[in-house]
């Protein structure tokens, strides 16, 4: 019987030898349940193995080929309370929660078989990276590892199969869901939307118009026309003639400027005049002619400007290290650690020695990674660098590509391009999407799988 352990992510995600190693690739990391928080073996675990054990072990759901175990569901209960005391939030009556983790061991049982009949292999050097990753988060080495868990009663290798599968689980997810998510260009305008909203920016718009006003107690006959005279005057902008010709000849506005309004901002121009540019390309007419409060309009589109989003990028370095069978993942901090004491003792400079010793494909320009937007790094590598100082060095870093000594060197908040804009609100749509694309495709599984509960032994 294998049990699941959940863990944190960048303890089992493997290596890319050929991606940068601090670049952010897609991760279905928010929707891997994480109970048991950033150590796995602070004792929970060892004491729920013990008492499953005094008490007598049994199947409580049959899903497919998989069994799911009362002492399974009894770990993730503690877990979580212990997780809810820990964070001072509140859990649902004990029965409520039990039946949400039976649930939820259900689905990684479904999700875990289809992993398993996609044909999709975990090689043991992966796992060896997952179980070094798991002892350096839980600050130990990994014959410290072993032993943890022989004293909680975990054989090691039943450890390295929950590795295993949580390897499979993450990686059936990332295909599946990633291959629902679809962003088409409206969502993007609308998140972009947002963001500008949401930060005080608003596009600003320079349109030009011809105006014909009509008095305030025009007669019908007076108001019908002028709006055939727009009309007319629309159809002759349709057949080629210029509109500062137009303005000249027939505005009652603007006749000097050539009926330009100047840039405005969106908020500052009428609801109407926006509603019927927006659509449009610089240098379009509006297909109709406006009525408002002033008379008839006829409107062109002279420029758009869009509103700045600006973010906060920093600038950093780092040296990589790759362990493997000629340099452990303990080797590879100290070694680390002693560079960041050369470079803060001034006999040695960084970028001196991440041309000599990154594994990175940064390395022969020094480490340097160049200005970093939100997101642009794997989280604990980010996380990291926002803690630093300009011109600061971290403590050895332990990441799913390896180990890094990074050192920042500026800030600065930065106005995105269009093209960085639409980059960013992809992936931002990306993440959003990625947890409706797995909530289907788990019920899918659910709904297909073969579900049998079964009650205590007794009853």
Known sequence: MTELLTLPLGALAPRAASTPAPRRRPSLATLLWSLLAASLLCGPLGASAQAARRSGDYIVAVVNQELVTNSEVQQRLQRAEQ?????????????TLMRELLDQLIDERAQLGAARDSGVRVDEAEIDR???????????????????????????????????????????REREVQGRIRINDADIEAWLAEQRQKNGAATEYNIAQILLSVPENATPAVVTQRRQQGVALLQRLRGGEDFATLVREASDAGKDRGGELGLRRADKLPDLFIEAVGPLRVGEVAPQVLRSGAGFHVLKLVERREAALTVSQQHGRHILLRPGPKLTQDAAIRRLAGYKRQIEAGTAKFEDLARQHSEDGSAANGGDLGWASPGQFVPEFEQAMLALRPGSVADPLVSRFGVHLIQLLERRDQRLEPREQRDMARTALREQKAEDAYTEWARELRARAYVELRDPPGQ
């Open 83 to 95: 997780e809810a005391a820990s964070n001072n939030t509140r859990l649902p009556d004990r029965d």
């Open 130 to 172: 997952a179980v070094t990753n798991v002892a350096a988060q839980n600050k130990i080495t990994v014959v410290q590892l072993r032993e943890r868990l022989r004293t909680e009663g975990m054989e090691f290798a039943r450890f390295r199969n929950s590795l295993r599968d949580q390897i499979l689980l993450e990686r059936i």
